[in-house]
């Protein structure tokens, strides 16, 4: 317990907003790393992505990528990166390592989305005359976005757990804490930044739950809650007083 009270003084300290690695400074940094990669991986993920769950084809070959890029350690992959491209490239092969990290959850969530609607929704809008495109636009879209969000969401959550591990080659972000404190065995300070990593997690998951659930057509809602027996009779009632 003394820990953790040690830890917010940490926090709540006046140096922590002074000085190049200031607790602002270091949030911006993390969440400009982890928006970039994100928009980066949306733009390579979510045409691929709505493409196989429109056509039907290619799922197999996607189920395969997201599945190999899910098994590449991010860890070892940055430090290679690193390696690779050089030191004075450290942030293109941060945001590399967080793009790959990113896109198998973009692209299921995109490609399930269009998957999960009902085919007979789909036949009923072609018999309607509607193009492909606007079948897309107007029918998959809303219909696929709940999924899309979920995608977002899982994306976005590891992004940001490892954007953390950044700072071990001095990318900054809210890993830096945790990165110093180690070995200097300041533990305080680790789990205030281990602290501050998990505020965030929890409050992008929570807008992005609420933004996946208004997501969700008023009509998919209705079927999915029909109103009870009682309320139909109330109903039928003031129908018949009508």
């Known amino acids: 317990m003394n820990l953790f009270f040690d830890a917010l003084a940490w926090l709540f300290s006046p140096e922590r907003l002074q000085g190049a690695y200031a ?4 949030l911006s940094q993390h969440l400009l790393y982890t928006a970039i990669s994100v928009v980066i991986a949306a733009a390579v993920a979510l045409p ?10 290619g ?3 996607a189920v395969a990528i997201s599945g190999a890029a899910r098994a590449v350690p991010s860890f070892g992959l940055l430090v290679l990166l690193v390696l690779v491209l050089g030191v004075v490239r450290t942030p293109l092969a941060a945001v590399i390592t967080f793009v790959l990290l990113a896109i198998p959850s973009l692209l299921a969530g995109a490609y399930t989305g269009l998957e999960a609607i009902d085919r007979r929704v789909i036949d009923a809008a072609r018999s309607m005359g509607m193009t492909e495109w606007q079948i897309f636009v107007k029918v998959e879209l809303p ?3 709940p999924l899309l969000i979920g995608g977002i969401r899982s994306a976005l959550l590891q992004v940001i757990a490892t954007v953390t591990i950044g700072a071990y080659v001095n990318l900054g972000g809210l890993g830096w804490p945790i990165i110093q404190g180690i070995p200097l065995g300041r533990f305080d300070q680790v789990l ?11 409050i992008v998951d929570l807008l992005l ?6 997501a969700v057509p008023l009509g998919v809602r209705s079927q999915a809650h029909p109103p009870s027996a009682g309320a139909r009779a109330g109903r039928r009632a003031a129908a018949a007083h009508a």
């Not at 205030?192 to 929890?202: F, I, P, Q, R, S």
């Open 59 to 61: 799922r197999e070959i």
């Open 143 to 145: 219909l696929g976005l």
């Open 209 to 214: 739950a609420l933004a996946q659930r208004a």
């Open 192 to 202: 205030a930044g281990a602290m501050l990593v998990a505020v965030l997690a929890l």
């Open 48 to 57: 691929a992505g709505w493409l196989i769950g429109h056509t039907g084809r």
């Open 23 to 26: 607790l602002q400074t270091l």
